[in-house]
Structure formats: C-alpha cells, structure tokens
C-alpha cells in the first residue's frame, strides 16, 4: 500500500520493472518518443531524472502493461473487485456491514479523511514554467496534463462526497494562452465538472477547479473509472489504494494531501480560449477548437514532487493497459447494466470509440418461421444510448447458437458475422446524429452518423481466401489485397469531394455488378493503400472504421432501397481520408534519431534492445 508515488516507484524498481534514465531529456518530444519506444517493446516503467529546464523529475508507462498495473494494485485488488460487484447499490456495503462484512470494512476505511492544511503537497509554492512542460507530438498546440485528476464540486451541494474526479486533458501552455497565469480543459458539458459548471453559472458564481497530478497510483485510475451511483471517486481511490483519500483545503480549494502537484484556479461563465492541436487516441490530432479557460490561482509541489505522464496516439497506447484493467475491475457490468447483452468490445486499434462488437440473446426466434435479428436489435440501440458506448459509429452485433463467441477473437466474430448477414435486411443507418467530438469523419464537430451490422441465423456463404476476380482488374481501383476472408481493400485515386466520390463510387459498385455476382465478398474497402490496409488487421480496422461516416462513405453494389430500407449485395465502404480530417500523428524523424543515445550500449536503456 502506497502513502504516495514515490513509494511505488521504489517498490517497481526494486522488483524490476522500473528503469531510471539518468541522462538529460529534452521534455520537447524526446520524452514522449522514448516513452512511446518503451511502451511498444512491453518495456518497464520510466523515470526521467534530468528533464531539461524543469527541475522536476517525471514518470511514465507506469501503467503500460496489465502485469504491471494488477502488481502495483496486488494488496487492494480482491477488496475492490467484492465492493464493485455491488454495483447495484455499492453503499449497501455500509449500511449493512455484517451481510457484507470484508466489503463493508474496506468501504469504510476508504472514505476520504479531512486533514490540517499544512501538509506534504502545499509545501511548496511554484509556477506553471516550473513544471516538466512536455509536448508529445509535433504539432500539438503546447504542452499538455496527460494524467490530471481534475477535481471540482458540486456549486449547489458542496462537500468532498459531492464533488467529481475526472480526467480532462489540460494545456499548459502556446496558443493565447498566457504562461503562468492561464490553462486550458478540454471537456463536454455533459461530463461531471460540465455539471458542476452550469450550477455555478446559475448562481452567477466561477467554479474553483483543483487539478491533482501525481499521488498514489490509485487516485489517477480513479479518475478514469465508471463508477456505480452511491460510489465516489475519492472513496474508490482510498478503496483501491489501500489508504484513505486525505485532502484539506486553502483559499477555499480542495487540495490533496498526497499529490506530487496541484493546480487550483476558477473557470468563469462564457470565458473560452482556442485549445490544442492534441494528438489524440484514434491517431490523429484533434482541432483547435474553443474550451473552458481556467484562471490559475496557485500551483503547489510537494518536496521531491514526481510528474507522471502518458503518451496518447494511434493504439495501442498506455491508456490500452487502462481499459483493461478497468475491465477487470467491472468485470460483467455491461450484463447488469443491458438486459440481454453477453459481451461488447469496444476494439481498441480502431480507437475505441469508432467500432464495437457485440454479442447479445436472440429469444424472440422461437416465434418466427425465420431466423433473424430481432431482440438484436432492441440490445443495439440500448448498446448505442449507453454512456461512452453511444460514441460509436460502427456496431457489429450478433448472438451464440450451436459454437461459443468471443468478441475479442476479432478475426473469427467479424468472419462469424460476414459469413450470416443478410445485407438486404441486416443493416441499420443512424443518420445525424452524435459521435465522438475527437473524430474528424463527420459532418462537424460531435456531428456524424452510425451502423450497425446485426447477422443471426444459419450460415449463408463461404467466404473467399483469395481476391474474386470481380474485384481484379478495375481500371482505377487497384491492386486488390485480400484483408480477411470475406473482406478486401482495393486502391483508388485520392478523395476529392463527396460529389466527386458520389460518381467514384457509382462507376465502381457499376463495374463489379458487370462481372457477375461476389457472393463470397460482402464487405470490400475503398482506400488510399490497399498494401497497407491489409497488412494487418490493426492497420484495417484503424484506417477503415476512423476514416469514414457510415451514412456518407457507405454505398453497395446493387444497391436500392426496399420499402425505405437500404439493401445491396455487397458493402462497399469509402476509407480514404477526406479532405477535412485531422491530420494523422507522424513522429518527428530528426528526435526519433537523436533519442537512439539512450539505448546505445552503456546508456540508461542501453539493455533494453528496443531498437532491432
């Protein structure tokens, strides 16, 4: 049980999977490609001693595996996993602490503990240039709070057990912000500090924020989990962490007693100012776009304060092993939580958000001469209205039979569904309506449209392992790689206007309708390099299912419309970036060559062998 960072870093190190890197790193891109180097060879976690022109230490990719992340939590694990399976009234375990005594205790001790305002975190009085100001990616508009715990409470109801814990990223500095005086949060007026804000803005009133960063391992999980009502996230956090949240408060801001950092200021009414580029989790930058601005107050650090950090880009990421281990934490609250549903997977090297898959019950079949999605499709639309799961454009959804599913052997449940779906009936358009705010394929901002794929029933074709000669031969659309079976990609010239793709796609669909019918190929991809889509399957979901607006880029060959339902025989979706998508993350050549030094024989990574 850790009382604070540092005693965990101590703790990995001594047990191996913690990596000091005594030379000095530029905090300008060389920190972010040494992690990300790390990060992908499974490697341990990182702590930078010498940033330059910080005196601060940082860490990183201390979550960057779930090996890791389950060790550092190994003494409160068993105790978090009982209070999270009574998600359906978690304070239970208070109120009746003989039913449920082991949960009951632990809940208890976990409640947050008010203590003197002269402790570790506000020992020391410092400014915003004094942090390790790290930039990730080239383009990004400053530097940015990767793993803040953005803390605020509720205007109309205040009091610790009223308050919200989310994690908002924060710019720090570049664009008009100004150095030391203002910072920047990145958030929607639905998420819990939104809340808080439209309170303080009917009482004519700022929102004092308070940004932690640092502390126990456990508060900035905390931060990231979906909790049950009746659960805080401050009482998670001493839950998970084995040792009650202490916090005080100076100036009226709550202060976290076992922070590395915090960051206190005010948001007031209507004060936005623009914020990032941010390279973001489906691989490309997200826009400047105006957010809240928040009037810093004062900055503390406690004495030998570590600033911990991650890496956000293509996945996987750090934030990957992040999932996971909330995954396990919940374990099956998405069956609680949507009668019906078996398992959603929302796939990561697609971004999350853009594509899940799903595996639901079908009841209502017995009643029917045929098979066919039925009860799916009531499961898809509660799937499509819960929480971050309403993000998604794609949904791929089917139910068990005779063979047991998984939606995580993506290769075999896309084949599973490819192999039964009726494209005359199986496909369902969500037309304007919301997606992600950080995905660019839309319409406009948070603008966009949805599909869901739902297949039931007996098997209806085999599908091929080789190119159809249909798809061969397309003048203007080559070459023809198979991705999978049952789905290839096929290059053509680069996306002009959706006028233009409109006429692209007609000739198209046209020309494969001509060479007979492609029974054995639903699903063909239209892109700007087939080679590199079907490379891997991480290449083809993340190009495909961020790159393209289901009820835009989604055309068929033979396709019409049945009474108002669109049907074809094949799909054919349009995977090539459009003109006004963000652009994707590419690191810098010239940093990727300088940071070799680090893992040259001798150096601080020099065992580590990442660079074969």
């Given at each position: 049980m850790y009382r604070n960072l540092e005693d965990c870093l101590i703790d990995l190190e001594k047990h191996g999977h913690l990596v000091r890197i005594q030379e000095e790193v530029d905090p300008y891109l060389e920190m972010a490609a040494i992690h990300m180097k790390v990060y992908e060879a499974g490697g341990p976690a990182l702590l930078f001693e010498r940033v330059k022109g910080s005196k601060f230490r940082?860490?990183?990719?201390?979550?960057?595996?779930?090996?890791?992340?389950?060790?550092?939590?190994?003494?409160?694990?068993?105790?978090?996993?009982?209070?999270?399976?009574?998600?359906?009234?978690?304070?239970?375990?208070?109120?009746?602490?003989?039913?449920?005594?082991?949960?009951?205790?632990s809940a208890w001790k976990a409640l947050p503990l008010k203590k003197s305002a002269s402790q570790p975190a506000a020992a020391q009085?410092?400014?915003?240039?004094?942090?390790?100001?790290?930039?990730?990616?080239?383009?990004?508009?400053?530097?940015?709070?990767?793993?803040?715990?953005?803390?605020?409470?509720?205007?109309?109801?205040?009091?610790?057990?009223?308050?919200?814990?989310?994690?908002?990223?924060?710019?720090?500095s570049g664009n008009e912000y100004e150095l030391n005086q203002e910072i920047g949060l990145h958030y929607q007026i639905h998420r819990g500090i939104g809340v808080h804000q439209d309170q303080a803005n009917k009482q004519g009133m700022p929102l004092k924020v308070s940004c932690f960063v640092g502390g126990?391992?456990?508060?900035?999980?905390?931060?990231?989990?979906?909790?049950?009502?009746?659960?805080?996230?401050?009482?998670?956090?001493?839950?998970?962490?084995g040792r009650r949240f202490r916090y005080s408060y100076i100036d009226g801001f709550c202060i976290s007693n076992d922070a590395d950092f915090v960051i206190t200021g005010e948001i007031h009414a209507g004060e936005t100012k623009p914020e990032g580029p941010f390279g973001d989790h489906l691989g490309y930058y997200s826009l400047t776009h105006p957010f809240p601005l928040m009037r810093v107050h004062k900055v503390y650090a406690k004495p030998n304060a570590i600033w911990p950090f991650t890496v956000v880009g293509r996945p996987p990421q750090e934030d990957t092993a992040f999932g996971e281990l909330i995954h396990e934490l919940?374990?099956?609250?998405?069956?609680?939580?949507?009668?019906?549903?078996?398992?959603?997977?929302?796939?990561?090297?697609?971004?999350?958000?853009?594509?899940?898959?799903?595996?639901?019950?079908?009841?209502?079949?017995?009643?029917?001469?045929?098979?066919?999605?039925?009860?799916?499709?009531?499961?898809?639309?509660?799937?499509?209205?819960?929480?971050?799961?309403?993000?998604?454009?794609?949904?791929?959804?089917?139910?068990?039979?005779?063979?047991?599913?998984?939606?995580?052997?993506?290769?075999?449940?896309?084949?599973?569904?490819?192999?039964r779906i009726d494209l005359r009936r199986d496909l369902h358009f969500y037309t304007n309506t919301t997606i992600d705010t950080l995905d660019y394929s839309g319409t406009g901002l948070n603008s966009g449209s949805k599909v869901v794929f739902a297949a039931y029933g007996d098997k209806k074709r085999e599908l091929c392992i080789e190119v159809p000669d249909a798809l061969k031969a397309l003048r203007g659309f080559e070459p023809a790689c198979l991705v999978m079976p049952g789905i290839v990609a096929i290059q053509g010239p680069a996306f002009t206007s959706y006028a233009q793709a409109q006429l692209e796609l007609q000739g198209l669909c046209e020309a494969i309708q001509a060479k007979g019918s492609m029974p054995s190929c639903p699903m063909v991809i239209l892109c700007d390099d087939s080679p590199f889509i079907s490379a891997t399957m991480k290449?083809?979901?993340?190009?495909?299912?961020?790159?393209?607006?289901?009820?835009?880029?989604?055309?068929?060959?033979?396709?019409?419309?049945?009474?108002?339902?669109?049907?074809?025989?094949?799909?054919?979706?349009?995977?090539?970036?459009?003109?006004?998508?963000?652009?994707p993350l590419i690191p810098d050549p010239t940093v990727e060559k300088n940071i070799e030094r680090l893992f040259a024989k001798g150096a601080s990574l020099g065992g580590l062998k990442l660079l074969g």
């Open positions: 940082a860490v990183s990719n201390l979550f960057g595996t779930i090996e890791r992340s389950k060790f550092i939590f190994r003494h409160t694990w068993a105790a978090v996993q009982s209070v999270m399976a009574l998600r359906g009234d978690p304070i239970q375990a208070l109120k009746n602490p003989f039913k449920h005594v082991s949960t009951g205790l009085e410092i400014q915003i240039s004094d942090l390790p100001l790290i930039q990730h990616w080239p383009m990004d508009g400053g530097a940015f709070i990767t793993l803040p715990q953005v803390y605020t409470e509720d205007p109309a109801k205040p009091g610790i057990m009223n308050s919200n814990l989310g994690m908002y990223r924060v710019q720090l126990p391992p456990a508060h900035t999980l905390s931060a990231v989990m979906p909790l049950p009502e009746g659960l805080s996230e401050l009482t998670f956090a001493g839950l998970l962490a919940t374990g099956d609250a998405i069956k609680q939580e949507i009668p019906g549903v078996k398992e959603v997977h929302a796939v990561d090297a697609a971004g999350v958000h853009p594509l899940l898959f799903a595996i639901g019950s079908e009841r209502y079949t017995p009643y029917q001469q045929v098979k066919q999605p039925t009860e799916m499709l009531t499961i898809a639309n509660r799937i499509l209205g819960t929480g971050q799961l309403s993000l998604a454009k794609y949904l791929f959804i089917t139910a068990e039979e005779q063979q047991p599913l998984s939606t995580h052997h993506e290769v075999d449940f896309l084949a599973y569904i490819l192999e290449n083809f979901f993340w190009a495909t299912f961020t790159r393209s607006n289901p009820s835009h880029d989604i055309y068929g060959v033979n396709s019409r419309y049945e009474s108002k339902h669109w049907a074809c025989d094949n799909v054919v979706i349009d995977a090539r970036i459009k003109p006004h998508q963000a652009p």
